[in-house]
């Protein structure tokens, strides 16, 4: 059963500091992984999306990678403001054929000023 | 739509009532989901309509539980004789096509008292 971790669970550092987080999985056999970041009280907004074939995707200060082999996903802020606070949440998705997209518990991280 | 639009965003229900959920996805999306967000859990899969196709329904925890997707747009949570364990957000997502990145609505938050 495939199960994903992120670690650690809650970060907190000042503003203007580089920062990763981690996500790990423990069946290599995924489609594909995606980045989402959610605010208290609202819904999923997706950063990044990674394909099973693909190494890292970039989107402004975030850079997201993916080890399909070693089963593991980072998440690199750089330069974070305290408007990055929020929860970020880790999901692999099995096969085409899948459906769901299986989560982690999230990162819930605080940039302060 | 331009992003996936949830209804009610916030319902309260006493306990043993049923409630309906509404999900409108973007437009031309052909994959619908639907998720439930407990206090301090992940995100749990509950159903995943794709086209005309029968939907899977693995994720559902109890036979009050149902769903429904009309012409293929739409989609409907029903949950019947709520119980408090029901208290959660519901998201719903939408995508293109099956394995690419989803996206989310704001939720509904439902709570059983």
Do not use: M
């Not at chain 1, 099973?52 to 089963?71: I, Y």
């Not at chain 1, 802020?77 to 982690?104: E, H, M, N, R, W």
């Not at chain 2, 995100?43 to 329904?57: R, V």
Request: net charge neutral; glycine share 10%.
């Amino acid at each position: 059963k495939q199960e994903v971790t992120q670690i650690p669970a809650a970060l907190s550092v000042p503003e203007g500091e580089n920062l990763v987080l981690n996500c790990s999985f423990t069946d290599s056999a995924i489609y594909n992984l995606q980045w989402f970041r959610q605010d208290p009280g609202k819904g999923l907004t997706s950063l990044l999306l990674i394909q099973s074939s693909q190494r890292e995707q970039t989107s402004g200060r975030l850079n997201a990678s993916l080890d399909k082999s070693s089963g593991r996903s980072t998440l690199y802020i750089a330069a974070s403001q305290p408007g990055d606070s929020a929860t970020y949440l880790c999901a692999v998705k099995l096969g085409q054929a899948g459906t769901a997209l299986i989560f982690g518990k999230g990162t819930t991280l605080s940039v302060s000023s | 739509g331009a992003g996936v639009s949830q209804s009610p965003s916030n319902k309260v229900t006493e306990k043993g009532k049923d409630v309906e959920l509404r999900c409108d996805p973007i437009s031309g999306h052909t994959a619908l989901y639907w998720y439930r967000q407990s206090l301090g859990q992940g995100l749990e899969f509950l159903i995943y309509f794709q086209g005309n196709s029968a939907p899977d329904k693995s994720g559902l925890p109890s036979d009050r539980f149902s769903a429904e997707r009309t012409g293929g747009s739409v989609s409907t949570l029903t949950i019947q004789r709520t119980q408090q364990e029901d208290s959660a957000v519901y998201l719903c997502a939408s995508s293109f096509v099956q394995g690419h990145g989803y996206t989310f609505g704001s939720g509904t938050r439902l709570t059983v008292v």
